[in-house]
């Protein structure tokens, strides 16, 4: 799967709300904050699951009731598809889209 | 609760596996890594629910197999016994001696 270019990545993002490209245009990050730990911790369990069935998996730090989130994919060196498309659904499970 | 001494802190650790003291001693970290993400999300899980009990929660960081664990008490500005007795859970569930 191809690397995004720094332009298609801000195209992509325009739709997504909170993301942002970081670490010279090879992730995208967004932070999140929740009532407490157990909604933090259900919001990940719901991304686990669905990162696990796309075979695709979040970098990402929890502390309390924060998350940050890093997408990447690796053996392409950058921003994907793959990324875009757990983005949205990061985004649709936060906005109550999904799940 | 009182904050441990770096010589507590030393001594507390000599019977936990993998922890160091980080932070100038203001927190304890230890490294674990797994077979595969349905591994380390399953461990999380386990210590996630643990925590919520003890309410006393870890700032942790995964990336696929990989999880850093960082265990510190804010309210007391650096190491206590709650994060000895969470180490101590975390360890014996990594050696299969809880769950």
Redesign the interface.
Do not use: D, G, L, Q
């Given at each position: 799967m191809s690397r995004l270019t720094a332009a298609e990545i801000d195209t992509a993002l325009e739709a997504l709300e909170g993301w942002v490209p970081c670490t010279a245009g090879k992730t995208i990050e967004r932070q999140f904050k929740f009532k407490n730990?157990?909604q933090a911790?259900g919001f990940?369990?719901s991304v686990?699951l669905e990162?696990?069935k796309r075979d695709h998996?979040p970098?990402?730090?929890?502390?309390?009731n924060k998350l940050h989130i890093t997408l990447t994919t690796h053996s392409s060196g950058g921003v994907t598809e793959k990324d875009i498309g757990l983005a949205r659904f990061i985004n649709d499970l936060n906005s109550g889209k999904t799940s």
């Open positions: 730990f157990n911790f990940m369990t686990a990162a696990e998996h970098e990402w730090f929890n502390v309390y």
